[in-house]
């Protein structure tokens, strides 16, 4: 393993004496995502582990089927040259092959790198080049795009990845049919996967997670979040992220033996009818889109009955939706803040109407360490705590949140303290209870309806357009996403670029819809009095209160 690399370390894992007190505290059990599944085959082999469209109409796959699509796959996949430590990019929609992919490449040992549908070229090249990817595994076309197309563009551009792999294709099917083996089990203290960071400085980082420190979120979340064979979760968001893999998302379904259904959509119509017809008991999603399900169940004639829990989570809950999700669902609500970096917090399903609806739950560990520090200092130590109560930073560190980024030693100096603990970016303040309550963030990064946008790299693609001298990204507020990004634009001398250019220009570049800002505001010379061009965090503060008062 190349722990040698020029950028730093793949895997910055705990102290000694650490790992080996989450062991003794069985937090750290030394299985698997392989073994896992072989032994969720073996106790619930013909229970409905996963339901979804494919080509061929809604499939159903039962434990025992999703073991054999997994083995038989690995098999196919080592065939291609796919083994232990290599980094495969998956880009995959909400459809089964998802499940029997991830299951696939952790039976090789290998590391899926987890990119989102939304995803474009720009992004996908940065992931495989950070990763050393060997492979891409993707779709054809979806949602109206040609994601097998822009796959191939980025294997052309990229040297280390040799092969692209299109799942719905006739010589994925064929892979798919290869003649089971078994692997060596990989070593579950070493990496599983690369999750994506949500970044502020600049582009995603890649978030090195282990088998026994993602199995013990899973297995707590499902515990947190009751599931038992008997439930049934509905996958509404892009199942890569963190939130709806995890939290508990699709594994913790699995985990707990239950059926998980991928919805294609998000959107009510698609839910709705999913939850109809599959008895969904529990499902997951961000605020804007519990506005959504909100309304739409005022004047729908699906019969939402089954569902018990909704989590909503992944950006802040205002308390006003949070009081109408259990009237208007008639169901629990659950808070959820997570990050892919380590940490969920819940609220519990018997906590208090009170916490529930005015907080962000509590963390999943007693051994999740939580600092609430001065936030006026980016360098404050753990030690510099506030007073109880007070609003401040969050760090934390703890057995199931990363010491480090993959390969990216300068990045972690400053990301994480001296003495291991994760500096969120969030601004949150605890209730006596433990309850934590975020009220804002210090990070530079825009929470756009729960997808998250770096300011500095869409300042950077803004800036790539010859017409554009300089550029400052912003979140303001939005009713229906939380906050969506305006650009403050400086054009070079004489140039008059426009606000539709400039987001083509964006789109173009082969980066995430997401990403392309909102609006775009040019100004002869940044609005502001008082701030020098010497520190963009001050600019953006200035440009971001010129924003709201628009
Ligand atoms: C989840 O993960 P990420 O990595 O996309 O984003 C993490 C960030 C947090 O640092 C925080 O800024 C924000 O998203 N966030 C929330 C929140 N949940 C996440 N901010 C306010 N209230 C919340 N409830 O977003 C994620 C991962 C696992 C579970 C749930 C969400």
Sequence with gaps: MSAGHPDGPDHVGWPAEVAARYRAAGHWRGQ?????????AAAYGPRTAVVGETEDGLARWTYADLDERAHRLAAGLAGRGIGAGDRVLVQLPNRPEFVSVIFALWRLGAWPVFTLPAHRRTELRHFAERAEAKAIVTVGEHERHDHAATAREVADDVASVREVLVV??????????????????????????LQLSGGSTGLSKLIPRTHDDYLYSVRESARICALRPESVYLAALPVAHNYPLSSPGVLGALHAGATTVLAPRPDPDVAFRLI????????????????????????TERDLSSLEVLLVGGAKCARELAERIGPALGCR???????????????RLDDPDDLVLGTQGRPISLDDEIRI???????AASTDEVAPGETGALLTRGPYTIRGYYRAAAHNATAFTPDGFYRTGDLVRRHPSGHLEVVGRAKEQINRAGEKVSAEEVENHLMAHPDVLDAAVVGVPDEYLGERTCAYVVPTDGAEPSEAQLRRFVRERGVAAFKVPDLVVVVDSFPVT????TSKRELRAALAAHARNR
């Design 333 to 347: 609500l659950q808070q959820v803040f997570g990050m892919a970096e380590g940490l969920v917090c819940y609220t």
């Design 373 to 379: 520090v001065d936030p006026d200092d980016p360098n």
């Design 168 to 193: 719905g294709s006739p010589e994925f099917a064929e892979l798919s049919r290869t003649e089971p083996r078994e692997f060596p089990d990989p070593d579950p203290e070493g990496v599983a996967f």
């Design 276 to 299: 109809e017809s599959e008895r969904v008991t529990i499902s997951a999603v961000v605020p804007p889109l519990a506005a959504a399900w909100v309304q739409a169940a005022g004047r």
């Design 32 to 40: 698997t995502f392989g073994s896992l599944l072989t032994s969720l």
């Design 530 to 533: 008082g701030v020098g061009k």
